[in-house]
């Protein structure tokens, strides 16, 4: 077998691989957007149909206009914008600050911060909520925006610190001499062209914002201040589920993911071509 056709053959195989995981990672999505559109008398149907018949929207009316979806929708996307928008500010300026600025203690804050990635999640539960508690954050938007912002921070600046790394500092040098003091050049210079890293900060943050679930029932009570995965959460019922509601709602609920992907991953492109620099 010569090189030429060794290669041919690599190729293929890694093309083969590609298909049959792209079939494993869409055919779920692919039922779920069937299944919401199939009444629910025709759901559990043996063998699964893809093709819904009889086809209807029933489902994503009711899903829409029961238990107050819309208003849960809203508070998904308030607290999901605000904490995104703080979380990869916050992390941009101190990634800028531990790649930029020499400190007292500077890598063993970085290294402390790091230390956030090894805990999980589930184990800051009650800690967090007797911080809540303290502060007067429980059942608020507010109380999920703050731990939202604190729980991607750890992530973010690890992420954005070494981008900012990969920087020239020559920029950095050349704009201090023409009296840029530090947040000019962290605002004009830096974020500009951390425009892929902010992309991927933003994507990241929002998508784990949106779909959180555990903190939000832990500390939320009251029915309007209920988020989207609680919403579709109430769907499942003690006896059966209505899974055509299910997996409407959570079909609804995947829309301004898939906004927020495609206007950051237009930018993401954007930033590599336009903003790269080499030094």
């Not at 041919?8 to 093309?15: D, E, F, G, H, K």
């Not at 994503?60 to 979380?87: C, E, H, K, P």
């Not at 992390?91 to 990635?117: D, N, V």
């Amino acid at each position: 077998m010569t090189a030429k056709t060794s290669r041919r053959a690599l190729t293929s195989l890694r093309v083969v691989v590609l298909i049959v995981g792209a079939i494993v990672m869409v055919t779920p999505f692919l039922y779920m957007l069937s299944t919401s559109f199939k009444p629910q008398a025709y759901v559990l149907t043996t063998p699964p149909q893809f093709i819904p018949d009889p086809f209807t929207f029933d489902n994503y009316v009711q899903a829409w206009t029961t238990q107050d979806f819309s208003l849960y929708a809203m508070n998904s996307l308030i607290v999901a914008v605000i904490a995104t928008g703080l979380s990869v500010l916050f992390s941009s300026m101190m990634a800028y600050a531990f790649t930029r600025f020499e400190f007292p203690g500077r890598k063993w804050i970085f290294r402390i911060l790091l230390i956030g990635l090894m805990v999980p999640a589930m184990m800051l539960i009650i800690p967090q909520f007797v911080l809540a508690k303290y502060f007067g954050l429980l059942d608020s938007l507010a109380g999920l925006i703050v731990f939202y912002v604190a729980g991607s921070l750890a992530l973010n600046t690890f992420l954005l610190r070494g981008f900012f790394a990969a920087l020239p500092a020559e920029l950095d040098q050349a704009m201090q001499m023409d009296g840029a003091n530090a947040w000019t050049r962290y605002w004009k210079l830096a974020l500009p062209l951390a425009r892929p890293a902010l992309a991927t900060a933003t994507i990241f943050t929002f998508l784990a914002c949106w779909d959180e679930f555990a903190w939000a029932l832990t500390i939320i009570n009251s029915p309007q201040n209920r988020t989207l995965p609680i919403a579709i959460q109430l769907f499942q019922g003690q006896n059966a589920t209505q899974w055509g509601l299910v997996f409407a709602a959570s079909v609804i609920a995947i829309i301004p993911v898939i906004i927020v992907y495609l206007f950051f991953q237009r930018h993401f492109v954007q930033g590599l071509t336009s903003g790269a620099v080499k030094g």
